[in-house]
Nanobody
Framework: QVQLVESGGGVVHPGGSLKLSCAAS????????TTWFRQAPGEEREGLAC????????YYQDAVKGRFFISRDNAKNTVYLQMNDLKPEDTGVYYC???????????????WGQGVQVTVSS
């Protein structure tokens, strides 16, 4: 059974940092692409960062480029999203999802985590 579990969310002030984790079981993240998505209230689910299989080449959307960093620890079978200089518009539910290749299309993903709340507020 494949399971993805996000953790590390919470409430932070603007300019703060959080590190999210996506821990996997039943699937080896080294051999798939993992994408982080964000869904704000009333908004569509938006892809933010993706790490490709094997060598783990990262890809970022412009909105988070230079602030967010995606990485993978193969020994822990976990993908991370380091989020820096957080802004109120970063607030939302963050999901990790897997696919064979990196794409920004939610409908193409094979597996999803349950999501974790991130709130950026003064």
């Amino acid at each position: 059974q494949v399971q993805l579990v996000e953790s590390g969310g919470g409430v932070v002030h603007p300019g703060g940092s959080l590190k999210l984790s996506c821990a996997a079981s039943g699937i080896t993240l080294e051999y798939v692409a993992t994408t982080w998505f964000r869904q704000a209230p009333g908004e569509e689910r938006e892809g933010l960062a993706c790490i490709a299989s094997n060598q783990g080449i990262p890809y970022y959307q412009d909105a988070v480029k230079g602030r967010f960093f995606i990485s993978r620890d193969n020994a822990k079978n976990t993908v991370y999203l380091q989020m820096n200089d957080l802004k109120p518009e970063d607030t939302g539910v963050y999901y990790c999802a897997t696919e064979r290749w990196c794409t920004w299309e939610p409908g193409r993903k094979d597996y999803w985590g349950q999501g974790v709340q991130v709130t950026v507020s003064s």
